[in-house]
């Protein structure tokens, strides 16, 4: 049963404390920030070259808004309202307005996700949507896709036209994972998967099922990078080893090295460096792709630092360096696809800040998160993700920590305590848990500045928790 509906005040009031354009000395009007968002939206897809694929705001729009009618818009239209506000979601009184449930789990379910993905369509998940604005932009984005999967499940083999397509639809849910909710990432990646999966039921032809394989591997990597985001690394590390074996079938070495590479991180969050090293060994010796070592050489030294071997680390970093992706290009996963599938600098000096904290070396660690963040920011906005950015933050906070720098340990934190509900993935709560036990160290009983951090960690971590249970 749906709550009732309630009057969004906070948005309200956030728009009447602006003053109006027209210099009248009145609050700003629903026309005019209706117009605001829509220039918003307008300078964000204008700087990708094309055309904003909503209908827009209207005077409606934020009366239906400020109403309650609607809670939780899509996140294009939530980035304009806050950009224009200068506020976040959560502030604005923005929020996933869900049925309530007598049992639901303290993590949203990966099986709720593919009850929500049964359908290449998208209906299930359009009956989750709770609004007709967001329900309209669910529509309008997913056409394209529901028209390419009637095609291809209408043709009698897989022509070359139709490979292309789907290759176009995997780059465009890889490239949309910088800023995508990673429910809809699951969704979209499955619905291309269960595709590929139904040409493999159809056709003998080799060269068809080469491709039919290497679909299904790629979709199933975006399935378990975006499950492990939502919380699940269990099935995350499932999905992982079916993508690895997809890819060996479809004798694609770019691709096994990618599943070799996250089937390895994912055992390095689990503690077990020992297990990632033979996968890692296994991905290197099966590929001469310099973009791919780049990225399995990272990693490895991640395992090497969980297992306290600094010179193994610096070895292992060392050897990523002469590796890195040269002249000749780094493939169709680093490349072609991009997005999700492309391991640049800055997620390499991400990762090699993660190895440093291991090490318990903040300075290094502080050196190489710098780096990262500085990189992520030269980014254009629309292409900067959010969830590395986000982690890169707590991680930079855990070096300050180390380095006994609590006030910028703090200040590291400050866009971390902000972060809206879709953003506080488990891989960001998981990360300031550590910052939160470095806060616990005796040394810092008596400190007050460290008392204060560890308290807002433990009120977003409640607060984290309670917006998984209102799901």
Known sequence: MRPAMVPNHQLRDARMAVPSSSGSGRPMSRQELADACNAELAKKYGALGRGCPWAGFTEKTIGALERGEIRWPNSDYRDALCAVLKLDARSLGLYIDRPVQSDVDDEPCVERVVDL?????????????????????????????EALSFAARAASSMDAQTTSDLFEQVKYIARDYASEHRWQTFTRARSVRDLAFDFSNRTRRPD???????????????????????????????????????????????????????????????????????????????????????RLNHIAARSHALLGD??????????????????????????????????????????????????????????????????????????????????????????????????????????????????????????????????????????????????????????????????
Request: proline share 4%; net charge negative.
């Open 310 to 471: 600094r010179r193994a680390t610096e070895d292992a970093l060392a050897e990523a360096l002469r590796c890195g992706p040269g002249d000749d290009g780094g493939g169709l996963l680093q490349d072609e696809i991009g997005g999700e599938f492309r391991f640049d600098d800055a997620r390499a000096s991400a990762c090699a800040g993660a190895a440093w904290l291991h090490l318990g070396d903040g300075v290094s660690a502080k050196r190489s998160l710098c780096d990262a963040l500085d990189a992520y920011q030269a980014l254009p906005s629309v292409q900067r993700p959010w969830a590395p950015v986000n982690g890169a933050r707590v991680d930079l906070a855990a070096a300050f920590v180390l380095a006994d720098d609590l006030d910028g340990a703090g200040e590291a934190m400050e866009p971390i305590f902000r972060l809206p509900d879709a953003q506080r993935i488990s891989t960001i709560s998981g990360r300031l848990a550590t910052v939160r036990g470095q806060l616990r160290r005796p040394q810092y009983q008596r400190d007050a500045l460290a008392q204060r951090l560890d308290a807002r960690i433990d009120a977003w971590t409640h607060n984290r928790q309670s917006a998984i249970s209102d799901r």
């Open 208 to 294: 068809d099922l080469v491709d039919v394989y290497m679909l299904a591997s790629l979709s199933s990597l975006l399935m378990s990078s975006a499950a492990f985001d939502l919380g699940h690394p269990s099935a995350a590390l499932g999905l992982a080893r079916a993508a690895r074996t997809l890819a060996g079938l479809s004798m694609h070495a770019e691709a096994e090295a990618w599943a070799l590479g996250l089937l390895a991180t994912l055992f390095n969050w689990r503690n077990q460096p020992e297990a990632a090293l033979v996968l890692l060994e296994q991905g290197r010796r099966g590929t001469s792709n310099t973009a791919s070592l780049f």
């Open 117 to 145: 993905a049964s359908s290449a369509s998208g209906a299930p998940l359009a009956a989750h949507i709770d609004d007709a604005e967001q329900l309209l932009g669910w529509s309008v984005g997913q056409s394209a896709a």
